[in-house]
């Protein structure tokens, strides 16, 4: 099939949106607390309402799709994210937030299910695996990006410099003392100009994959019964919850205990964070094509484990770089769970990555545990927490014996090609 560019590129702005409005939270955080006077407990509802979305819509979002189409269920999920931003933006108050994270997660949810197939036909499947890796350096991208963006906002509307850019406009629209605000009245813009461009585009006809489909209800019953589809579903769980437990609360934590301000600072090593996970993604993939996927999985993981002692327990400019480092060796551990998790079971593909997906509603519960443990104790140990969730995932690297290995190539296979 003749490669369709225009939908590639589509498809890589859907990308850099998803992560643009998804990996913001860490950066507001601290904002967000105080605006609110927020326990730590409420402060983890956010993050939760955020991606609870993921596991109640990974599935179901799978048989819309066979039945509206890509083009339909794209419109949908920008609807949802510009009617959550707008609300949120003319209303913004707790409760109304908390409503405006969960609908747009779920638009996030629905676009992560429709892009991956859509992007395998638009692109050509000989080149799948190199689009896959630019979706994932735009959307590292956009998370670097994002912190950023909402950096500059909001110092420059909590200083009064109306002359700037967007920021005379955006001062008249936030509440006082809630610069924080005018991220979201971005957020809607974005929406609403994706669902224009969309509405505009020709889609092509996406013949969906085996290892694509939802699948029967009886498949789905079938994968329970095997231990590996909840242990490798576990395996998803733990790690978007240290994914998202480090990035949204490492902006709080730096100004709690090393007092650091998290409109600048803060925000500039949740940024940090996102880019360096970036880098770790292409280092990741050039390690597996020489090292056993359970191998790097094992020794990445001892990594994280050791700065996330160092960020934790270190001093203030060995956390403020120990904590971003972090997300350099989170960076495979996403990508290879679910291939040992798929490369585990004969059948059943596409219900199974179902299964997984919804696992990412993993970011939601581990940020309530950690914010009701801070509640009870301290931040501090709220966040020791996620050496449990990566003590699991290092145990993955010990237990998994997928059906099919990654392949890898040797040095000596390189120089005698």
């Given at each position: 099939?003749?490669?369709?560019?225009?939908?590639?590129?589509?498809?890589?702005?859907?990308?850099?949106?998803?992560?643009?409005?998804?990996?913001?939270?860490?950066?507001?955080?601290?904002?967000?607390?105080?605006?609110?006077?927020?326990?730590?407990?409420?402060?983890?509802?956010?993050?939760?309402a955020f991606?609870?979305?993921?596991?109640?819509?990974?599935?179901?979002?799978?048989?819309?799709?066979?039945?509206?189409?890509?083009?339909?269920?794209?419109?949908?999920?920008?609807?949802?994210?510009?009617?959550?931003?707008?609300i949120?933006?003319?209303?913004?108050?707790?409760?109304?937030?908390?409503?405006?994270?969960?609908?747009?997660?779920t638009?996030?949810?629905?676009?992560?299910?429709?892009?991956?197939?859509?992007?395998?036909?638009?692109g050509?499947?000989?080149?799948?695996?190199?689009?896959?890796?630019?979706?994932?350096?735009?959307?590292?991208?956009?998370?670097?990006?994002?912190?950023?963006?909402?950096?500059?906002?909001?110092?420059?509307?909590?200083?009064?410099?109306?002359?700037?850019?967007?920021?005379?406009?955006m001062?008249?629209?936030?509440?006082?003392?809630?610069?924080?605000?005018?991220?979201?009245?971005?957020?809607?813009?974005?929406?609403?100009?994706m669902?224009?461009?969309?509405?505009?585009?020709?889609?092509?006809?996406?013949?969906?994959?085996?290892?694509?489909?939802?699948?029967?209800?009886?498949?789905?019953?079938?994968?329970?019964?095997?231990?590996?589809?909840?242990?490798?579903?576990?395996?998803?769980?733990?790690?978007?919850?240290?994914?998202?437990?480090?990035?949204?609360?490492?902006?709080?934590?730096?100004?709690?205990?090393?007092?650091?301000?998290?409109?600048?600072?803060?925000?500039?090593?949740?940024?940090?964070?996102?880019?360096?996970?970036?880098?770790?993604?292409?280092?990741?993939?050039i390690?597996?094509?020489?090292?056993?996927?359970?191998?790097v999985?094992?020794?990445?993981?001892?990594?994280?484990i050791?700065?996330?002692?160092?960020?934790?327990?270190?001093?203030?400019?060995?956390?403020?770089?120990?904590?971003?480092?972090?997300?350099?060796?989170?960076?495979?551990?996403?990508?290879?769970?679910?291939?040992?998790?798929?490369?585990?079971?004969?059948?059943?593909?596409?219900?199974?990555?179902?299964?997984?997906?919804?696992?990412?509603?993993?970011?939601?519960?581990?940020?309530?545990?950690?914010?009701?443990i801070?509640?009870?104790?301290?931040?501090?140990?709220?966040?020791?927490?996620?050496f449990?969730?990566?003590?699991?995932?290092?145990?993955?690297?010990?237990?998994a014996?997928?059906?099919?290995?990654?392949?890898t190539?040797?040095?000596?296979e390189?120089?005698?090609s």
């Amino acid at each position: 099939m003749k490669r369709n560019y225009i939908i590639v590129a589509l498809i890589l702005v859907t990308f850099f949106v998803i992560s643009f409005l998804t990996n913001i939270l860490g950066a507001l955080n601290p904002n967000v607390s105080a605006s609110y006077s927020l326990t730590e407990t409420m402060a983890g509802f956010l993050p939760f309402a955020f991606f609870i979305a993921y596991g109640v819509m990974s599935i179901p979002s799978g048989f819309l799709l066979e039945k509206w189409g890509e083009k339909r269920m794209m419109i949908l999920a920008f609807m949802l994210a510009f009617l959550g931003a707008l609300i949120f933006a003319l209303y913004p108050g707790f409760n109304v937030f908390v409503v405006s994270l969960f609908t747009i997660g779920t638009g996030m949810a629905v676009l992560q299910v429709v892009i991956n197939p859509l992007l395998r036909v638009a692109g050509g499947e000989e080149h799948y695996a190199f689009n896959s890796v630019l979706a994932q350096l735009i959307f590292g991208l956009a998370s670097f990006i994002s912190p950023q963006m909402y950096s500059y906002l909001v110092t420059n509307i909590d200083k009064g410099n109306v002359g700037k850019p967007f920021i005379g406009m955006m001062t008249g629209l936030v509440p006082q003392e809630m610069s924080w605000v005018s991220v979201y009245w971005v957020f809607a813009l974005l929406s609403i100009l994706m669902i224009a461009v969309i509405f505009f585009v020709r889609f092509p006809k996406v013949e969906l994959q085996e290892d694509e489909k939802v699948g029967s209800k009886e498949s789905y019953v079938e994968l329970f019964k095997n231990k590996y589809v909840i242990l490798y579903f576990l395996g998803i769980f733990t790690y978007v919850g240290t994914e998202q437990g480090i990035s949204y609360w490492m902006s709080k934590f730096l100004n709690v205990y090393h007092g650091f301000d998290p409109d600048t600072v803060g925000a500039d090593a949740v940024s940090y964070f996102w880019g360096l996970m970036t880098i770790g993604g292409v280092l990741g993939l050039i390690l597996l094509k020489l090292v056993d996927s359970k191998q790097v999985l094992r020794w990445f993981t001892v990594l994280a484990i050791f700065s996330l002692i160092a960020g934790l327990f270190g001093g203030a400019k060995i956390a403020l770089w120990a904590f971003p480092v972090s997300g350099f060796f989170l960076s495979v551990m996403y990508p290879v769970i679910v291939s040992l998790g798929l490369n585990s079971v004969s059948k059943h593909h596409g219900s199974f990555a179902g299964i997984l997906m919804t696992g990412i509603a993993g970011g939601a519960i581990v940020q309530i545990l950690i914010g009701g443990i801070s509640d009870l104790t301290s931040l501090k140990t709220g966040m020791i927490f996620l050496f449990v969730t990566l003590g699991y995932i290092l145990s993955i690297s010990f237990w998994a014996k997928p059906i099919i290995s990654n392949k890898t190539i040797s040095i000596k296979e390189i120089f005698k090609s």
